[in-house]
């Protein structure tokens, strides 16, 4: 089942999210009188709303395959039928059909608007219920996550001192990026990825970053992503780079990045971590 160019194409805004034409009736028929296990293959370049198949005990799996090309018939098969072992995340966040009406699309804005009851675009901002949420993905095997070198704590070294003296820590618990000295700011974790199942696979490590509490947004970005190869009851060890500069600064309401001061939280996989960051100079005092 799926979409086709009729529906998503560049000058052509989709009008809803759910199967179109009679689809969703034959899956749940085809479903109803199937003596085997079902397995509903997707075709689409965007999100569909299939609630109704996976809220359907009758159907096993669901396999999104974007558009294949030449050889997509045999990448499929071999999903199906277990030669390969399927190891993609979603590239976005898969909303319900409901969602349309309160995101309309003159209106661009990332963050939610609780006035207006507008909710926010994308895994950082919305936060209602989804069919699917961004990153999602399943494997034959099943992988766990254990941090072999994970540091608690990071400095950050103004660029000089007139930037120190020009600072804000004291009143904002933020350091602006422009003011710090960002060379060699990239902390390095050591991740052990592990088989336990009984099929080789390859495991997509995802890494979140979430600023302290309190005036920053609570919301969590992808920082990083790392695939790796694993083979059946092994573990292998992925060095993970959080640049402190980058992936741990926000935006505040003037457009201005800063660093915030305090408690990130890192989700690294099925893990998560705290590291603190402070500034030198609240360091030595």
Not at 22 to 28: K, N, T
Not at 55 to 74: F, M
Not at 184 to 200: P, Q
Request: glycine fraction near 10%; charged fraction near 20%; aromatic fraction near 8%.
């Amino acid at each position: 089942m799926g979409l086709d160019q009729s529906i998503e194409a560049e000058f052509r805004d989709r009008v809803g999210l759910l199967l179109p034409g009679h689809q969703q009736e034959l899956v749940s028929r085809v479903a109803r009188v199937a003596r085997g296990p079902v397995i509903l293959v997707l075709m689409s370049g965007g999100p569909i709303d299939v609630s109704f198949a996976k809220n359907d005990p009758k159907i096993s799996a669901i396999l999104w395959v974007g558009y294949p090309g030449q050889a997509g018939g045999t990448a499929i098969a071999d999903v199906i039928f277990g030669t390969t072992n399927p190891g993609g995340r979603l590239p976005m966040t898969w909303y319900p059909q409901n969602y349309l009406a309160k995101v309309p699309m003159t209106n661009m804005d990332m963050r939610p608007n609780p006035a207006t009851g507008y909710p926010g675009r994308t895994y950082r901002f919305y936060k209602g219920p989804v069919v699917f949420p961004f990153g999602h993905g399943l494997s034959y095997t099943r992988f766990t996550h254990s941090l072999a070198i994970a540091p608690k704590q990071v400095s950050v070294p103004f660029a000089t001192l007139q930037a120190f003296t020009n600072s804000t820590v004291s009143t904002s618990k933020a350091v602006r990026v422009s003011h710090a000295n960002c060379d060699a700011m990239e902390v390095g974790f050591h991740v052990d990825v592990k088989n336990e199942g009984s099929m080789d696979g390859t495991n997509t490590l995802l890494v979140f970053s979430k600023p302290p509490p309190g005036k920053w947004s609570a919301t969590k970005q992808l920082v990083s992503f790392h695939k790796t190869y694993v083979p059946a009851g092994s573990k292998q060890r992925v060095k993970v780079g959080v640049h402190v500069c980058k992936h741990l600064s926000v935006v505040d309401e003037f457009g201005i990045r800063r660093i915030p001061m305090g408690e990130h939280e890192l989700q690294i996989g099925d893990l998560k971590h705290s590291i603190s960051v402070q500034t030198q100079e609240e360091i030595k005092h």
